[in-house]
Structures are given as structure tokens and as C-alpha cells.
């Protein structure tokens, strides 16, 4: 893939690749046609990548190992098309809900799994559900304990309990108790008249208006002298509608559900693609890895301390940046 030269901040592109039908159907506790998941999630992952290569861009992969083990295939077309490997944990659950000693085993869990299929041992990580908060600090040691360069966990968004706060609009060092460091890359964000709009992906990005989205993204570069943070799944792009099929058996709840949940997340689906288009005229796309390069994009990254209580203290100010002078409008 013949990737374009970055512009100076570039919108980091992102990915958790899970199987959407094999986490619903779990959550049901509802047996599911293995075969059938697999291929759409293959489909998605290649109707994904066939955009990224019209695009010219790179982009991170966050990988489920659960997911990916059943798919080692989509793997390898990942890692061949010049993408960016990362972990996403191996059961999809929260953090929060886990042990620290669960916790280390599912993260060791999924780079075995991503290890079998490919060479390159992930330096990111993102929790599921960006479920990192106050109470689980631990977490971040332990990523940091075992090799990961970066964390892209952290979300501004009233859906976390007891999330860290606050969290800024920027990637940044993020210095944890024990002294350890990881550079954080946080899910976008744009104050807008009082309100925090997530706009960094989700339903957010599949209802907010084009000509939106790019004015809070420019005024977040325009703000600070950093990348923003774009996240998605492979559903947004599966050219075929999200239908569950539930077992005759299914009670009258599951199928209200289903309903809900095809609603909800088929919701302005089909502008995932087109919006990204649109996008690629204005911006250009890296993956995360690109930025912790600053040749190939400059960045700065402010140091911002991390106490024993989930809070982050800055320690140095963004005024000392200098963004560089390129315009995007």
C-alpha cells in the first residue's frame, strides 16, 4: 500500500477489531453460528481495508485476541497491507470488573494469540470499553510492566464510571505513581458551548454532521499542536445489514434487544464510510505508532502526572509547543 506523507497533524486512525455478533450473542448467553461471525468479520476487516488503501492511509489495529484466533487470516492482510498491530485484550471485558492478576492474564492472552499469527509484538494497548478509571490504576503499571509504549484507553465520556480526570484534549506523558511512564493517546473530545461532544468516533461521529465534525477537529489542531485521536469498528463498515439471529427458543426480552441493538448501532452506519472520505480532503490519516516518531509527525507531548487516586496533574503547559503554521481550512 502506497501510503501519503502525513501533514503535520495528521487525524490518528484507529480500529477495535472485535467480532460485534460474537460479543452480542455471548452477551445473551445464546449459542452462535461460529462459521457465520467469522466471515463477517473477515468481511468487514477487508471492506475496511480496501477504503483505507482508496485513502492512502495507515491506521492502528486494536485486536481481540478472542476474536482474532478464529480469524488469524485477517491478521496477517492487516500486517501486509503496512498497518499498525495493537492489543485490545482477549475476553472484552472491563477492566474495572477484573483483577489485576486476570487483568495481566488477559492482556498475556491476546499477544499470545496476535504473536502466533504475527511477528510484530503490539507497543499499544486500549481496554475495552475504555473501562481504565479510578479504580483500576493498577492497570496502567501493569501495561507499563509489560512493555507497552503507549495507552489509548482514556475517554472523557459520562458512559465511564469513576473515569480519570481530567483528562485533556491531546496525547501526553503520562507519569504513573511508581515512576514508570506511557505515552497516552486520548479518545478526541471537543468543548463545544459548555458540552463535551465525543467526537473522536461512535454514535457521535455516525450523527453529527460532516461540515461539524471537520470544524471540531480543526479547532482541537488549531487549539492544541497535536494529533486527534479517531476510533471505530469493523460493523461501521460491513457493506451488509446488522441482523442477529437469535434461537427459536429466544425470549420475548432477547428479541427486544436484538431490535435495540440493531437500531442502535446500524443508527447512520452507512455515513461511516462516506464521512471518512470527506475527511481525506482535508486531513491527512496515520497510525498512533507514527506519532511517537516526531520526524515523521510533529508532536508534542506533554508530561502530566497520574496520582494514586486517578488524578492528573499537568506539569508543563502546551504554550511551550509551537504548532507548526500549516492550515487546514
Known amino acids: 500500500m502506497n501510503v501519503l506523507a502525513p501533514k503535520p497533524f495528521p487525524l490518528l486512525l484507529s480500529f477495535d477489531i472485535e467480532n460485534w455478533y460474537q460479543l452480542l450473542y455471548r452477551e445473551f448467553g445464546v449459542d452462535s453460528p461460529e462459521e457465520g461471525l467469522n466471515a463477517a468479520l473477515s468481511r468487514q476487516v477487508l471492506s475496511l481495508l480496501e477504503i483505507l488503501d482508496e485513502l492512502k492511509a495507515s491506521a492502528t489495529f486494536f485486536l481481540l485476541g478472542e476474536s482474532i484466533i478464529h480469524c488469524p487470516d485477517i491478521v496477517a492482510e492487516i500486517a501486509n497491507r503496512g498497518h499498525e498491530i495493537a492489543c485490545h485484550g482477549h475476553c472484552h471485558k472491563p ?4 483483577s489485576p492478576d486476570e487483568f495481566r492474564r488477559d492482556v498475556e492472552s491476546a ?17 475495552p470499553f475504555f473501562s481504565i478509571n479510578k479504580n483500576c490504576i493498577w492497570a496502567l503499571e501493569i501495561l507499563s510492566n509489560l512493555g507497552f509504549t503507549y495507552d489509548s484507553s482514556l475517554h ?3 458512559k465511564i464510571p469513576e473515569r480519570i480526570k481530567p483528562i485533556p484534549q491531546h496525547p501526553f506523558t503520562l507519569e504513573l505513581p511508581s515512576g514508570n511512564e506511557l505515552k497516552e493517546f486520548p479518545i478526541s473530545l471537543f468543548r463545544f458551548s459548555g458540552f463535551n461532544l465525543p467526537i473522536g468516533g461512535g454514535t457521535y461521529w455516525r450523527v453529527l454532521p460532516q461540515f461539524f465534525l471537520r470544524f471540531a477537529l480543526r479547532s482541537l489542531i488549531k487549539r492544541n499542536p497535536t494529533s486527534p485521536v479517531l476510533y471505530f469498528h469493523p460493523y461501521e463498515f460491513d457493506p451488509q445489514p446488522l441482523k442477529l439471529h437469535l434461537p427459536q427458543k429466544a425470549t420475548s426480552k432477547q428479541k427486544v434487544q436484538t431490535a435495540y441493538l440493531e437500531a442502535r448501532y446500524g443508527f447512520g452506519r452507512r455515513s461511516s464510510s462516506a464521512k471518512l472520505r470527506d475527511m481525506s480532503r482535508f486531513f491527512s490519516f496515520s497510525a498512533i505508532q507514527h506519532a511517537l516518531n516526531p520526524p515523521a509527525i510533529k508532536q ?5 502526572q497520574l496520582s494514586s487516586h486517578g488524578t492528573l496533574h499537568t506539569t508543563a503547559n502546551l504554550a511551550n509547543c509551537h504548532p507548526c503554521k500549516h492550515s487546514y481550512d
Open 95 to 98: 477492566v474495572m470488573q477484573l
Open 111 to 127: 499477544l499470545d494469540a496476535i504473536l502466533r499469527v504475527s511477528p510484530n509484538r503490539p507497543i499499544g494497548y486500549r481496554a
Open 156 to 158: 472523557d465520556s459520562p
Open 300 to 304: 508534542c507531548f506533554v508530561r502530566i
